[in-house]
């Protein structure tokens, strides 16, 4: 059987993004033309005539709104389902502070290590502030696990790599065709995951607000990304369930797959130009 498509789409513009804040966890909504574009992202999809099988987004409102919007537009039947795994990275004690004033404040190297290096940490959130956060939607129905202190890009990866093998790779070996709508630094870990990206690479990924990104696979193919599922699925075959598996997981979600690759290494587009030019305004501010 053919591999199912997956599309990649970051959410519209959120109020957080048009301040130019360290949003992360923090639940904000979108912006008017956050809302156009979403309905325009949907409108492109539309009229490619991608009808996903399966649409699934954070936990995070900026996320499943761009969902709900999109869904309106292609008409899709189905439920939307909603992963905490795919909530944006948490930015610890920079949460809602000015982008620019924390570079001015902290010196650009630090800014710089904080925001875009691979092993960043920015400071903890507070123990009460944390304990407050996770009383409030939507992380007070979400496992303790769904909100840590603060996050770096590494952390999101290794959030993301064993969702990537048990929850969507099977679908994808299955035919499905797969909307997933998350947020610029959930999704760079899963185009890390996919595509075997280094430190550099992953450092230099920028993921434009409300533009279709899709990936089509080959089954089998010996490339750097095929070697990435071949290590992950055999850690599923030698009788583990990966790092994070949940034990209630079915054991199709579990099962061994043979290796999974990208038939174009980052994808493709579907506005290849329009893409190009949002991130590499994105770089200029200083990445996602």
């Known amino acids: 059987m053919t591999p199912g498509t997956l599309m990649l789409v970051r959410h519209g513009e959120s109020v957080a993004n048009a301040r130019s804040l ?8 979108l912006t008017p033309s956050g809302i156009r574009d979403c309905g325009l992202a949907g ?9 996903p099988d399966a649409l699934i987004t954070s936990e995070l409102v900026r996320g499943w709104r761009t969902a709900e919007l999109i869904c309106e537009e292609i008409g899709f039947p189905g439920t939307i389902e909603r992963d905490w795994h795919l909530n944006e990275r948490n930015y610890g004690a920079l949460s809602g502070l000015s982008k620019a004033q924390v570079r001015i404040e902290h010196g650009a190297e630090r800014f710089r290590f904080w925001r875009r290096s691979y092993a960043g940490r920015p400071p903890p959130l507070p123990e009460r502030t944390l304990a407050l ?5 939507p992380f007070d129905r ?13 952390d999101v990866v290794e959030r993301i790599r064993p969702w990537w093998y048990q929850m969507l790779t ?12 998350a947020h610029g630094n959930s999704l760079r870990a899963l185009c890390a995951v996919i595509d075997d990206l280094d430190d550099e690479e992953l450092s230099a990924l920028n993921l434009p ?6 990936y ?12 990435t599922h071949r290590a992950g699925t055999e850690s599923l075959a030698d009788g583990g369930t990966g790092a994070d598996a949940d034990p209630g997981q079915s054991s199709t979600a579990r099962r061994s797959n043979p290796p ?3 038939e174009t290494r980052g994808g493709e587009y579907l506005d290849p130009e329009a893409a190009r030019r949002e991130a590499a305004l994105i770089a200029a501010q200083g990445g996602t």
């Open 170 to 181: 099977p679908r994808l070996f299955d035919g499905e065709d797969v909307l997933v709508v």
């Open 43 to 51: 409108s492109r999809l539309r009229h490619l005539g991608f009808r």
């Open 22 to 29: 360290f949003t992360g966890v923090l639940d904000v909504g």
């Open 216 to 227: 089509r696979f080959a089954v089998g193919a010996d490339t750097s990304t095929g070697a």
């Open 133 to 137: 956060w996770r009383t409030l939607s």
């Open 142 to 154: 979400l496992p303790a696990e769904a909100l840590t202190a603060t996050e770096s890009p590494q």
């Open 209 to 214: 607000n409300a533009r279709p990104l899709r």
């Open 260 to 262: 999974l690759a990208a």
